[in-house]
């Protein structure tokens, strides 16, 4: 069963920054927090990830608090291509278990 | 090397039929997982491979349902006595476990359809 908590959904404007916030307070030490979307009738893509530290890529910048019981993925300049359902899962060398996910809608 | 690659994309047989889907990791992958996903529902988790050993297997993974990875490279996941729930979209995923952080990749998934 899924180990996060995630809103069901969230909209943003186009061109505005798009946060995703999950909880994940059941997270041990050495699970890192990951981050995939997916996109209408595709697998999964990967985002970013990252254990303690804020992370940033040429995606997304992940926001991980300092008792690591939540994060927030945050998109700067959310696209319409940015639609799509986000995942967050925390693992580390075991099994990968998704749950519902937030469904973000980009609007114009 | 494109990726994880899964095969058929789409299957659509009659209820009791047996299906077999393959899934083709990303070469170098040690770790392979199976998942199962509904309309609006995230991936569920079926079963994992470390090489060609099946570490974990979910309780959905019932009797008719059997995976295998026996080399260490691609895998199938089968389907026996298909009904109309097994109608779903089936996920194989990869990673290179052994380092400290690797992400997985996903294939485009094997679409079965039981009627």
């Known amino acids: 069963d899924a180990k996060t908590t995630q809103p069901p959904s969230m909209d943003c404007a186009e061109g505005r920054a798009a946060n995703l916030p999950c909880n994940h307070s059941t997270i041990s030490g050495n699970e890192y927090v990951y981050w995939y979307r997916q996109i209408h009738s595709q697998g999964p893509q990967y985002i970013i990830h990252?254990?303690?530290n804020n992370e940033t890529n040429e995606m997304a910048s992940l926001i991980i608090t300092e008792d690591r019981k939540s994060s927030t993925l945050i998109l700067p300049h959310a696209t319409l291509r940015d639609t799509a359902v986000y995942y967050c899962?925390?693992?580390?060398?075991?099994?990968?278990?998704f749950g519902a996910g937030t469904r973000l809608t980009v609007k114009p | 090397d494109t990726g994880v690659s899964q095969n058929p994309r789409h299957k659509i047989t009659k209820r009791g039929q047996n299906v077999t889907f393959r899934c083709d990791p990303i070469s170098e992958h040690n770790r392979l997982y199976w998942y199962r996903q509904t309309l609006g529902q995230g991936p569920e988790f079926l079963t994992y491979?470390?090489?060609?050993?099946?570490?974990?297997k979910s309780r959905l993974l019932s009797d008719r349902f059997s995976a295998e990875r026996p080399k260490g490279s691609f895998s199938t996941l089968e389907i026996q006595r298909t009904e109309q729930g097994d109608s779903a979209m089936y996920l194989c995923a990869s990673s290179l476990i052994g380092f400290e952080d690797t992400e997985a990749f996903f294939g485009q998934g094997t679409r079965l359809t039981v009627v």
């Open positions: 491979f470390q090489n060609e050993a099946q570490l974990e």
């Open positions: 990252g254990l303690k």
């Open positions: 899962i925390h693992y580390n060398n075991n099994d990968m278990r």
